[in-house]
């Protein structure tokens, strides 16, 4: 393939969004490499939107209108301003399965929004949210929500959830409001993109046409394209006319990711409407098919007619349906424009999320699953929604033990994207069964059961029945269901005993093993405590030691020479009688003082704090007088014998 084709190729994918390269050649090998003819084929004249066709006058509104948004309020407010204005915000309960709860009443409490010189005075009640308080401001100020930044709390909230009761404020508030700055470029912000890009985001969009709200998850990933591709699958307008009001300032194409976007998260408040006309458009009429009394020259000059109308049946679901959750939506909303309001409860959302609700729950909460399998070129399916379906008593079966999840397998792509989703979740022989239903037998209800451990196909019941034997079938069915139900919920109560006793026994063994533990690591405590005091003591002995050491060679450097044997003037020979019974001898001359004599015995390891010295006539305790006195003094005798006591 040259280059000119693989631009050709590039272009025509990016027109038609065909991501199989294999398809988009068919395509253009069909029309000759013709890319506009190629489009025309591949896509639907009401959703092409080439960039020729772009007129240059449809941009992006930029512009926010006073538009009230009652569907976030969670009670009735009333918002002032300093004119008296009023804007009066009604409750309404966004599209769910959840009815909606009642709201108590508590304060109302003022606040005073100062913005540019300007104050607006706001009355909400105290169960309200942060955001109810911004939506008010954003009518107010026509600064959007998540551009708004308040300053003047006095506990500042959390998150745009946070109830303005939590805050403990006053009756009367003052707040000031700036708005964040639009120089700062969201797409560029690398630091905090990967996070915003693995996030949800919840688009309460408002159908502006059909006074309807739709609540939309989509990836951070996708792109506003993406929004608006899917919105209209709902409300049947084309890309190219849709007029948006919410979108940040900063949005300026179609093609930025939501993550980079700026919008609020996790839910940000959307509009859409069509773009007015700016010409009436007139539509030619073959008149050949609808009045063959024209003749071929009025054919030719185009006879002009307002409006017209096209008989075209609306199918339950648009081609390429790409989220299954739309697409449910959509078929929902036309299965009731087509057959009346008497029909099944569908389940809207994805296949597996189907089967996750009735199977896969436990016994006690479980239901059966009933897929809907639609198809407009069967005959019988006109005759199976309007008086199958729509009876009463199998309308009663179905509510009570199905959960029922329709699919309309009119165009090809939808029904490979339905088998690959029933591969993915039940697997290849499930994706057989339904691959190998018989469009003549369509519309089928094919019935899927929880069994022991594994989600199977119970049967198909196919349209070519009567209502007898369509509830007769059904009846049949769920009879089958409750008792294996009834045996499944044995099995999970003894499991759940058996699990019971075992998580018991385990308690026990934990806190056995956490009681011998806390005594082992007591009895390491005290083994170490007592070490530690061992060590302490053994330390303080030494030390003791040293001192006594240091102290006993201080005192024996000080200690003056024995006279020498055979001096006899003026020298004493002392004994001294130890505990033990043993005796130390030793010479002093006559005028030494009594501390000489026992600096000598602490030499000899007898510290006077240990031990005294006694004469025994007279009787005297000689360590507790005066150490200064001689041994003449003390009337020591030429040989002395004292006597060493322990205190």
Not at 24 to 41: G, H, P
Not at 69 to 79: G, R
Not at 376 to 390: E, M, R, Y
Not at 573 to 597: C, H, I, M, N, Y
Request: some cysteine.
């Amino acid at each position: 393939m040259d280059g000119t084709r693989d631009e050709i190729l590039a272009d025509f994918q990016a027109c038609t969004g065909i991501d199989d390269v294999g398809d988009a050649i068919k395509y253009l090998e069909e029309s000759n490499w013709d890319l506009l003819a190629a489009v025309n084929q591949a896509m639907p004249r009401g959703t092409q939107q080439l960039p020729s066709e772009i007129s240059p006058d449809i941009e992006m509104i930029e512009e926010i209108e006073r538009m009230p948004h009652s569907s976030t309020l969670s009670s009735q407010t009333v918002c002032t301003s300093k004119n008296n204005s009023k804007v009066d915000v009604v409750e309404n309960s966004k599209p769910g399965t959840s009815k909606p709860k009642s709201c108590v009443r508590g304060r109302t409490l003022t606040f005073h929004i100062i913005h540019l010189n300007n104050e607006y005075e706001i009355n909400l009640s105290e169960q309200s949210s942060l955001k109810d308080l911004k939506q008010l401001i954003w009518e107010q100020t026509n600064i959007l929500p998540c551009q708004q930044r308040l300053h003047g709390w006095k506990k500042e909230p959390e998150s745009l959830y946070t109830s303005l009761q939590s805050l403990d404020l006053p009756k009367e508030n003052t707040l000031y409001v700036s708005p964040i700055s639009e120089d700062v470029d969201l797409t560029t912000d690398i630091v905090s993109l990967p996070n915003r890009m693995t996030q949800t985001y919840t688009l309460n969009i408002k159908d502006e046409i059909h006074k309807k709200t739709y609540n939309l998850k989509f990836s951070g990933t996708s792109t506003i394209l993406d929004v608006k591709s899917g919105i209209y699958a709902l409300i049947d307008v084309p890309v190219r006319n849709q007029q948006w009001k919410g979108w940040p300032s900063l949005v300026k194409n179609d093609s930025i990711m939501l993550a980079q976007s700026g919008i609020s998260y996790p839910e940000h408040d959307l509009s859409v409407n069509e773009l007015p006309m700016k010409e009436e458009k007139k539509d030619i009429i073959d008149l050949v098919e609808s009045d063959s009394s024209i003749d071929e020259d009025d054919i030719e000059d185009g006879i002009f007619v307002d409006n017209v109308i096209s008989t075209k049946i609306q199918r339950l679901m648009p081609e390429n349906v790409t989220d299954e959750t739309i697409g449910t939506v959509h078929f929902a909303e036309e299965f009731v424009k087509r057959y009346g309001p008497a029909h099944p409860e569908f389940f809207t959302g994805k296949f597996k999320d189907a089967v996750k609700e009735s199977c896969l729950k436990p016994a006690k909460e479980r239901k059966l699953l009933a897929v809907y399998l639609h198809h407009d070129n069967s005959v019988l399916a006109n005759v199976f929604c309007t008086q199958l379906l729509s009876c009463e008593a199998v309308l009663q079966v179905l509510s009570a033990n199905f959960i029922v999840w329709g699919w309309d397998i009119t165009y090809e792509s939808n029904k490979q994207r339905f088998l690959s989703s029933v591969k993915q979740t039940l697997g290849s022989v499930a994706t057989l069964a339904m691959k190998n239903i018989d469009v003549d037998t369509l519309p089928a209800l094919v019935i899927i059961m929880r069994t022991r451990s594994n989600t199977e196909i119970f049967t198909i019941v196919h349209a070519n029945v009567g209502v007898n034997e369509l509830l007769t079938s059904l009846i049949h069915v769920v009879e089958v269901f409750q008792e294996q139900r009834r045996t499944d919920i044995g099995v999970e109560e003894e499991r759940q005993a058996r699990e019971r006793v075992k998580q018991e026994q385990d308690r026990a063994y934990q806190e056995s093993l956490a009681a011998d533990r806390a005594k082992e690591e007591a009895k390491q405590m005290q083994e170490e405590l007592e070490k530690q005091r061992k060590e302490q003591a053994e330390n303080e002995r030494l030390a003791e030691e040293a001192r006594k050491e240091a102290h006993r060679q201080a005192v024996e450097s000080s200690l003056p020479p024995e006279p020498q044997q055979g001096t006899s003037d003026g020298v004493l020979k002392v004994r001294v009688r130890l505990p033990a019974g043993k005796f130390l001898e030793r010479r002093f001359q006559s005028d030494t003082p009594l501390q000489t004599l026992l600096n000598f015995l602490i030499v000899e390891g007898y510290p006077t704090e240990e031990y005294k010295v006694l004469c025994s006539w007279p009787r005297r305790d000689l360590t507790s007088m005066d150490s200064k006195l001689t041994l003449m003094d003390l009337k020591f005798c030429p040989q002395e014998t004292v006597i060493l006591e322990e205190r």
